[in-house]
């Protein structure tokens, strides 16, 4: 069993940047691929980024590549993606999650656990 929890949300105007952080607990955390993903109101929730266990291979969605990346640090069992330049279109929940498949897969059916979620709101 993983427990996540997200932090870092806000409140952030168009062109700003924010830090999501999510911190894993629980037995092997660190061997978990770990992915952002995000749901606007009325919309279904899409991937946005993620890492292998190991760190070494991120995947992003098109729509943030160089804008938005994600770290993870295994000695810390956390997650991170920084976000820059953000639009409008990405304000949404910004939810954090854990795969036991060790590829970052950008489909949610490929994850087992999910944080709690953090609000993102991007005013214009």
């Known amino acids: 069993q993983i427990q996540l929890v997200e932090s870092g949300g806000g409140l952030v105007q168009a062109g700003g940047s924010l830090r999501l952080s999510c911190a894993a607990s629980?037995?092997?955390?660190?061997?978990?691929?770990l992915g952002w993903f995000r749901q606007a109101p009325g919309k279904e929730r899409e991937f946005v980024a993620g890492?292998?266990?190991?760190?070494?291979?991120?995947n992003y969605a098109d729509s943030v590549k160089g804008r938005f990346t994600i770290s993870r640090d295994n000695a810390k069992n956390t997650v991170e993606v920084q976000t820059n330049s953000l639009r409008p279109e990405a304000a949404a929940v910004y939810y954090c999650?854990?795969?036991?498949?060790?590829?970052?897969?950008?489909?949610?059916?490929?994850?087992?656990?999910w944080g709690q979620g953090a609000q993102v709101t991007v005013s214009s």
């Open positions: 999650a854990a795969s036991g498949i060790l590829a970052t897969i950008p489909h949610d059916y490929g994850y087992d656990y």
């Open positions: 629980g037995r092997a955390a660190s061997t978990f691929t």
């Open positions: 890492a292998s266990w190991r760190g070494g291979v991120a």
